[in-house]
């Protein structure tokens, strides 16, 4: 791993975030899959923003918290990242309204499948079916491809 993607002084090895990414990325090999990624983790993340939003506001927000827990054992960069991130996922299923739910059910399903075909082209498993963590970890390696794009560290 590059000097890019580590964090601030610290070893790849030395760092859980990292090595979750590598492994990852394992998965992710495939340009068409992760393309598919970039698109489909962020609708992802948004629909069962919705979903949650739709059965009551506080447990999308709760779920936003107790995620937002694990980022920051994870990593500060990424801790800040995916609070702006999630919140202006909070203000989008807000604003959609009366249609949150029948709009987030349709892009959660949509993106599943999407998903599934990039894996299907990768024939890999996605790494959520190992270890539920990377559920979590995937926004992360969206957000680190990006970040590396950047020239930032996390």
């Known amino acids: 791993m590059d000097t890019v993607t580590q964090g601030a002084g610290a070893s790849a090895a030395e760092r859980e975030v990292d090595r979750l990414l590598a492994h990852y990325g394992e998965s992710h090999q495939n340009p068409r899959n992760e393309r598919i990624h970039f698109v489909a983790i962020p609708l992802i993340m948004l629909s069962l923003l919705g979903l949650l939003w739709a059965v009551h506001p506080w447990l999308a927000i709760g779920f936003v918290a107790a995620s937002l827990v694990y980022y920051a054992r994870l990593s500060l960069v990424f801790l800040v990242a995916m609070a702006a991130l ?46 539920l963590r990377y559920l979590w970890v995937g926004p992360l390696f969206v957000l680190s491809k990006l970040f590396a794009k950047l020239g930032m560290r996390w």
Do not use: R, T
Not at 108 to 120: E, S, T
């Open 86 to 131: 999630s919140a202006i996922g909070l203000a989008l299923v807000h604003a959609m309204g009366s249609l949150v739910l029948p709009v987030s059910a349709a892009i959660f399903v949509a993106a599943w499948i999407a998903q599934f075909v990039g894996h299907k082209i990768e024939g890999k498993k996605p790494s959520f079916f190992e270890d």
